[in-house]
């Protein structure tokens, strides 16, 4: 593998030295650890004062940011002030304020990066201009001047990289659900390569509008079955999974050459050590049956981080609650692991899924499972996946456990595969 070899030959560790959450479960990393811990659910019945539209949609439920104060952060945001940007823009802010790094020196600037990640460019700005344009008659003189801006999917990048003079590398990353996942890979490489010190990773989503989802429905990928009861209505490698739920958040970490971090007295909150990224080439929204891509990921990344399979403490499950999705997952990690089988553990019965900004979000937690040795469970799993006839370990109740070394999978539409690997840094 090049980044393998790369790695071994630049001889550089790059560390985790910042966090910043905004989900639907809470506002700073250890307050969503903390309600993972209890066992806590965010999903809700969406409100129609929010959704004027909700009696057209089939699906009434979701993890939205209800109290998140948009108009603070547009006031402080160079660019792009849209619900999704502000998402990324806020845990952006947040993380850095976490790591304690102030960029200042001309030098520190130049070696200083930001990469962004999204699916798609704000939604509400562009169909609230279809609504102008098409229904109400208007003419093209209505388009104002800041639609690009606020459209641009590279906007919310913009913003982050110019509030924090940001002068190294930058780049916005649209990976599908693997999107949270790539912005830390695309950090951890230019590090690698010499190019920055240190970078921010964030990602955001903002799915829960009524064009994501009538979208999603459409696609048949979500659960219109738990409108009732969305507590319970995500299920995550549970065999009454009906589909996913989704939601709202945004995510973000600090990457570092540990010698920069060591040096500045940088809290580590653990060693990003090894990655993997593909593609089933096979179908929109479904894997292959036993999981082969996401198979080779864990591999790859394993072979990467050098770490032996049997060193491996924890799983975090991509398990968006989708009926092939966890199986061929479950089949996948089972087939690493074997007779070694680690913990396995999934948000997404909490939180829902927060789509392209959950493997930034999987990072963060899984990082606090090795700070304080402790698993969140998974939550409305009673009735587990089995493969083979085998129960896996999955993690049914806060479980204390020392971990090193955290695997961590996505899965997303158009077949794409990722795995990060995270482990305690060890000095």
């Not at 823009?89 to 930001?114: H, I, N, R, T």
């Not at 089949?331 to 789509?355: E, L, Q, S, V």
Request: proline content about 5%; some cysteine.
């Amino acid at each position: 593998m090049y980044w393998s070899a790369l790695k071994q030959k630049a001889g550089r560790r790059i560390v985790i030295t910042g966090m910043g959450s905004i989900t639907p479960l809470g506002y700073t990393p250890q307050e969503v650890f903390d309600n993972l811990l209890a066992g806590k659910s965010a999903l809700i019945k969406i409100p129609k004062e929010r959704f004027p539209e909700i009696d057209q949609i089939p699906v009434k439920i979701g993890g939205l940011l209800l109290d998140f104060d948009l108009e603070k952060w547009y006031k402080v945001m160079p660019y792009a002030p849209t619900q999704q940007s502000s998402h990324g823009f806020a845990a952006a802010v947040k993380a850095m304020e976490d790591s304690g790094y102030q960029p200042s020196s001309e030098e520190e600037k130049d070696l200083f990066g930001v990469i962004g990640g999204t699916g798609t460019s704000s939604g509400r700005e562009v169909f609230d201009m279809y609504d102008k344009f098409y229904r109400s008659g208007e003419d093209l003189s209505i388009v104002p001047s800041n639609y690009i801006e606020n459209t641009d999917i590279h906007g919310m990048t913009a913003s982050v990289s110019k509030y924090f003079k940001a002068r190294g590398p930058s780049s916005t990353v649209t990976a599908a659900c693997a999107t949270g996942q790539s912005v830390i890979m695309e950090a951890y490489r230019n590090i690698l390569l010499g190019e920055a010190k240190v970078m921010l990773a964030f990602s955001a989503e903002n799915v829960v509008i009524p064009y994501g989802m009538r979208g999603f429905a459409s696609l048949g990928a979500i659960n219109t079955k738990g409108n009732d009861d969305p507590v319970g209505a995500a299920r995550p490698m549970d065999e009454s999974r009906e589909g996913l739920v989704a939601s709202d958040g945004g995510n973000a970490v600090v990457l570092e050459d540990l010698e920069h971090a060591l040096k500045r007295g940088a809290t580590i909150y653990g060693e990003v050590k090894g990655f993997s990224q593909n593609c089933d080439g096979y179908h929109l929204t479904r894997p292959t049956a036993e999981g082969q891509g996401i198979y080779r990921t864990m591999s790859k990344s394993l072979e990467m981080a050098d770490v032996d399979p049997k060193d491996v403490q924890l799983v975090h499950a991509h398990a968006a609650g989708t009926k092939e999705g966890d199986k061929a997952e479950m089949k996948a990690i089972d087939r690493i692991f074997g007779n070694h089988m680690p913990y396995i553990t999934g948000c997404k019965g909490n939180t829902g899924h927060m789509m392209c900004t959950v493997g930034t979000f999987h990072c963060i937690e899984s990082l606090l499972s090795i700070q304080q040795s402790v698993i969140p469970p998974v939550k409305n799993l009673k009735n587990p996946i089995k493969v083979e006839g085998k129960l896996l370990k999955y993690v049914m109740e806060p479980t204390k456990a020392e971990v090193n070394n955290a695997i961590m999978n996505n899965v997303g539409f158009g077949g794409i595969n990722s795995t990060l690997v995270v482990s305690k840094y060890v000095s």
